[in-house]
């Protein structure tokens, strides 16, 4: 059964950075997209990231430029690195998994099948 694991959330000062980390274990890395998203209370899920089995990547509109996604496919591993962090950025953050060979980047979290149980993030001013 496939499964993923976030860790890497914490409580941080603005202006610090994070590396959130997403572990997938049960399914193969190359066959989906993986992706990221948050959810800040009262707010509906944002996408934030995603790097599809091609290697291709593409960010959401949240991040503004600060946010990193990368893989190690041999820990079987993706990665947030979150910078310059704003209190806005305060949500857990979610990694899923999308199966399939995408043309484009889905951004719908419809469109995930697995999803993580999600990391805190909280940013204070």
């Known amino acids: 059964q496939a499964q993923l694991q976030e860790s890497g959330g914490g409580s941080v000062q603005a202006g610090d950075s994070l590396r959130l980390s997403c572990v997938a274990s049960?399914?193969?890395?190359?066959?989906?997209?993986m992706g990221w998203f948050r959810q800040a209370p009262g707010k509906n899920r944002e996408f934030v990231a995603a790097?599809?089995?091609?290697?291709?990547?593409g960010y959401g509109d949240v991040g503004e430029g600060r946010f990193i996604i990368s893989e190690d496919n041999a820990k079987n591993t993706r990665y947030l690195q979150l910078n310059a962090l704003k209190s806005e950025d305060t949500a857990v953050y979610f990694c899923?998994?999308?199966?399939?060979?995408?043309?484009?980047?889905?951004?719908?979290?419809?469109?995930?099948?697995?999803w993580g149980q999600g990391t805190q993030v909280t940013v204070s001013s």
């Open positions: 899923a998994s999308a199966r399939g060979n995408y043309f484009y980047t889905p951004k719908d979290s419809r469109e995930y099948e697995v």
């Open positions: 790097i599809r089995s091609s290697g291709i990547i």
């Open positions: 049960g399914h193969t890395f190359g066959a989906y997209t």
